[in-house]
């Protein structure tokens, strides 16, 4: 029980450090996300990550806040899952709510004006580190290269809808996973 507590716990304050440092929503955070899970607690191995990370994208919500739920279901159950979830969006909620407030304020000011174009550019780079990590993560090969290259063509210029897109490519996988070819 007292085990049980103290995971719930520290997935609760974990997921709430992520919370509270990191911009630009759950792509934003996955560095962080890998550092503290992987390197710092040692929680999951990379490969375990970025299994998670898969699915928190291909399900529908936020990729933080369901990355966090998956982390803490296989590390504390159902509660374990509950104190991660609050965790990662109980920071987001209170700032927003006294963001809200002062924005509507100050909304006007080009240095707040200013500030908020700073921030894009900050989580652009976020995103971007993102990518690498998990380009260098992913198999590769010429099958992982074709299925990347038509995926990005599909939604970026013919509006294709990105769920039937990952459906798409978790159809692909499986169907190369049991006629036994890797994807690499």
């Keep these: 029980m007292r085990k049980t507590l103290k995971t719930n716990a520290e997935l609760f304050l974990t997921f709430m450090k992520i919370g509270v ?11 962080l996300i890998e550092r503290e899970l992987t390197e710092s607690k040692g929680w999951l191995s990379k490969d375990d990550l970025l299994e998670i ?9 936020p990729v933080a806040v369901n990355a966090a ?3 803490g279901k296989r590390l504390g159950g159902f509660w374990g899952a509950f104190c991660a979830t609050l965790g990662v969006t109980l920071p987001s909620f209170l700032i927003i709510l006294a963001l809200s407030a002062a924005l509507r304020k100050f909304e006007a000011l080009p240095a707040v004006r200013y500030a908020f174009r700073g ?10 580190k993102a990518l690498m990590s998990m380009y260098r993560q992913c198999p590769k090969g010429a099958a992982s290269y074709a299925l990347m290259g038509l995926s990005f063509v599909l939604t970026a210029f013919f509006g294709a809808p990105v769920i039937a897109v990952i459906i798409g490519c978790g159809a692909f996988g499986l169907v190369r996973a049991l006629t036994g070819r890797r994807m690499a």
């Design 69 to 71: 739920t998956f982390t």
């Design 119 to 128: 921030v894009r550019v900050g989580v652009l780079a976020l995103i971007i």
């Design 53 to 61: 990370l898969a699915i928190a994208e291909s399900t529908p919500g």
């Design 21 to 31: 440092f990191t911009f630009g929503g759950g792509y934003a955070m996955i560095p």
